[in-house]
Structures are given as structure tokens and as C-alpha cells.
């Protein structure tokens, strides 16, 4: 097992961390660290008790010190992940986790370097004393007798040429990279169980070296995997972002037209209330004239003036309420037509009122001298019905101009219908009043004054829709510059987001590089 490369996989796991959003997501790199983490643990404990000598001892002691650094550094970056510090994990990263990571390897390194020097001494050592004993043992046997000699080659038939030869064999296939064959002899406390046992470290370090080629072996296989899945992961990655980054493009340039549209909107209905206001001016002034006439008839007005007053409380608190509505200008609307229906009973009195002259007139005519005074009388009020008639008459115009410029905006009104229908009553209460005088100019001077108040709550209204026309074009102007800064901030976060990507990719090709 290459715990390098393990170590490595825990790195790129714990580094991918920090792009993952998601609880199940940070789960999933959870486990995968714990996995690499745990096999590489595995593999020092195993270490740990296969180490024979106090060197050995020490080193896997030192090594097992550097991982536990290492993954403490590591475990304490994925929590700050976790409680949200995304900038202060990547610096742990980078430099108490990175540290510890390279010292871990490089003690990794410095055990493997220090194996194969073993596997490198112990083969020389093996064959210098295979040379030694061959030595000693020929200068032995030249010194003996024939019949020594005879006994000493059975002798050394049996317990030396024979464990030779089979050590021999060992030695050739060791050094063929068999390592599952069996050394023989090693329990004899000989020169023979001296080479016995060199050869069983041989073939432990043979073993290492072999497994350190394969692991290096899977370590590259496991970088370029790594690689590829850490580049289709950012790769995904930056294909959601697009598509995000796209939608709120979309909805920016689409909100930008709606702000366009609104801001236009608000200026024609300031245009067309502006219009409707002056029409609104001219009829209360005709009005009034027609109500500073009526004053002087009859002294019963003062009941309707009193009932006019409480009607015109009303319409205040009528505009004020509609201020604080979007639909003011549909009360405009409603207003306007019942003005144009007060303008035609206007002029139904006026006509009434013109007969009741022309009779008044004739009546004086039969009464002679006697009936001059009342003739005269009877000649001004009809000359006032004739001018009222004609009041009412431009004031229907001015009516019918209003009502043409309030049509388009009729769909935003309907705040003030609860007033209008007040106003209403009250109006039921004029009537009544009006209907205990008996004579034909307190008729005409409580018509006049509910056009009076007719106009006044137009031109109330029209303020109302004045100043909602101008927040409209105001907050359209704030979401019109609302709406620019969003694509500037769209257009930041993108350019901010593939350079986060492009740094991502560097760093995690310097973890591979280093690693």
C-alpha cells in the first residue's frame, strides 16, 4: 500500500471540501477522507509491528508522529469548512496541513531510501560471507588427512555444500524477484543460519522494494484519475454557475424593460393628468361663478352650504386615502361621470327655471305697472338660468375631456369608492334639504354647489394621481439604476467566478505536482 498516495487521495478529498455545498455533499468527502485516512493508519500499525530493530522501531514511531500532524491540521480545516470559514480553511490548507503533509512524505521517503540501502547492504554482506566460509573451509580441508578429508566431505556434504546449494538456489530466485520461496536453515546458529538469516532480510526487503515500485505504480494511476475527477467536478461546477449566472442575465434584462416601460407609463399619465387638471381648474372656475350668482337668491343656501361643508371633509379624507393606493385615479373616473350626471340636472333646472321666468314674465305682463318690479325680477333669473345653462354646457365639455384623458389610466383607480358612495349620502342630504324651498333658485344654487364639490374632488384626485405618477416615475428610475448595477455585479461575479475556478485548478495541479 503506497501511503503516500493515500495520503494524497485524503488531501484531494479533504481540498474538494471546499467547493462542496451541500450536507450531503461534505458527507461524501467525509467518508472518502476517513477511508484514505484509515488505510494508511492501517498500514503504520503494521509497520509498527513488523520493525525488528531500534532503528526501525524509531523511524516508524517518527512517521506514525508526522501523520497524526498531519491529520489534525487537515480535521481542523474541514471544520472551520464546516462552521463556514471557507477563507480561513483554504489558508490551513495551504500552509499547517501542506507542511505537514510534505513532512509526513518526505519521511515516507527517507524509510523507503533507507530499506533499499538495507536490501543493498545486506546482498553485499551475504556474499562477502558466503566468500569468507568457501575460504575458510578450503584451507580447513587442504590441512586433513585423506580419511579427514573423506569424513570432512561427507561432513560438509551434509552440513554445508548442501544448505550452500540451497541457498544458493534461494539467492538466484531472490535475485529473479521470487520472493514466495522458502528460506531453509535459518534456525541454525552456524555461519549457514547467519546467511539464513541475511537471506530472510533480503527477501523482506525485496519485498518492500517491490511493493514500493507498485505503489508508485498506483500512485500515478491514482493522480491522473484524481485529476481527471477533480477537472469534470470544477467542469460541472462551472456549467451550474453558467446556467445561474444566465438565468439572473435574463431576469436582469427583463426587469431593465419593465422598469423602461413603467417609467414611460408614469410620464404619459403625468402628462395626461396635467391635462385632466387644467380641464378640472377651468370647471371649478365656471363653477364658482355660477355659485357666486346663486348665493345672492336665497339665504336657504346656508343649509346646503353647511351640508356641502361636511361633504367636503369627506372628500378630504377621500384623498388622502387614495394617496396611499395605487388605484386613485378610477375614482376620478367615477367622479367625473356623476359631475357630467350633476351637469344634466343642472341643466334640467335651468330649463325648469327659464319656463318659471317665462311664466313669471307673462303673469307680470297681465298685472301691468304693478308687475314691473317682479318683471324684472323674473328677466334676471332667466338671464341667470341662460348663463347657467351655458356654464353647464362648457363644464360638460371640460367633463367630457377629462373623462377621455382619465379612461387610460381607469384600470390603476378604485380607492376612494367607499368616499364617493359618503359623498353620496350626502348628496341624498342636500336634496332633501332642498326640497323644503320652494323656490326655483335655491334648486339651482344647491346644483351649482354639488358641481362645486364635484370639481373640487376632481381636482383632489388629480393631485392624488399627480403625485403617484411622479413616485411611479421615481421608483421606476431607482429599479431602472437598480437594475443596471445588477448586470455590473452578474458581470463581476462571473469574471470573479472563472478566475476562483482557474485558481482552483492551479492549486489542485500544485497538490498533485507536490504530491
Partial sequence: MDMKAEVNNATVAALSSLIQNTEEEQKIVQTRYEASIGLVAKSLETGTTLATTPERRAAAADLKTKFETYDAATRAAMKMIQAGDRDGAARMFMTDARAARLAFADAVEQRVNFNIKAMEHSEDGMHALMSTITLELILLATGLTAIALLVLYLIVSRLVTSPLSRLSVTVDQLTKGDTDIDVTDSDRRDEIGHIAKALLVFRQNTIERM?????????????????????????????????????????????????????????????????????????????????????????????????????????????????????????????????????????????????????????????????????????????????????????????????????????????????????????????????????????????????????????????????????????????????????????????????????????????????
Fill in 211 to 515: 511493493e514500493i515500485a507498485q505503489s508508485e505504480r498506483d500512485r500515478i494511476a491514482t493522480s491522473d484519475y484524481r485529476s481527471k475527477a477533480v477537472g469534470e467536478l470544477m467542469s460541472a461546477f462551472q456549467n451550474r454557475a453558467n446556467t445561474v449566472l444566465s438565468e439572473v442575465e435574463a431576469a436582469q434584462t427583463e426587469l431593465e424593460h419593465t422598469a423602461r416601460t413603467l417609467a414611460e407609463t408614469a410620464e404619459q399619465s403625468q402628462e395626461r393628468v396635467t391635462t385632466v387638471a387644467s380641464a378640472t381648474q377651468q370647471a371649478t372656475s365656471n363653477v364658482e361663478s355660477v355659485a357666486s350668482a346663486a348665493e345672492e337668491l336665497s339665504t336657504s343656501i346656508r343649509e346646503i352650504g353647511r351640508q356641502v361643508e361636511q361633504s367636503s371633509r369627506l372628500s378630504s379624507t377621500a384623498a388622502e386615502e387614495a394617496k396611499e393606493t395605487n388605484a386613485t385615479v378610477r375614482g376620478l373616473a367615477e367622479a367625473s361621470g356623476r359631475i357630467g350626471e350633476v351637469i344634466n340636472l343642472i341643466n334640467d333646472i335651468a330649463s325648469q327655471t327659464n319656463l318659471l321666468a317665462l311664466n313669471a314674465t307673462i303673469e307680470a305682463a297681465r298685472a301691468g305697472e304693478s308687475g314691473k318690479g317682479f318683471a324684472v325680477v323674473a328677466n334676471e333669473v332667466k338671464n341667470l338660468a341662460n348663463q347657467t345653462a351655458k356654464a353647464t354646457d362648457e363644464i360638460g365639455n371640460q367633463i367630457s375631456a377629462v373623462q377621455a384623458s382619465t379612461q387610460q389610466a381607469v384600470t390603476a383607480i378604485g380607492g376612494i369608492v367607499t368616499r364617493i358612495d359618503e359623498i353620496n349620502s350626502i348628496a341624498a342630504g342636500i336634496a332633501s334639504a332642498v326640497e323644503q324651498q320652494s323656490a326655483a333658485t335655491a334648486e339651482i344654487a344647491r346644483n351649482v354647489q354639488q358641481a362645486a364639490q364635484g370639481t373640487n374632488e376632481v381636482a383632489s384626485a388629480i393631485t392624488g394621481v399627480s403625485l403617484a405618477a411622479t413616485d411611479t416615475g421615481t421608483a421606476s428610475s431607482e429599479v431602472l439604476n437598480s437594475t443596471r448595477t445588477l448586470a455590473a455585479s452578474s458581470g463581476t461575479l462571473r469574471a470573479e467566478l472563472l478566475k476562483f475556478l482557474d485558481d482552483m485548478r492551479n492549486t489542485v495541479r500544485q497538490v498533485v505536482k507536490a504530491s
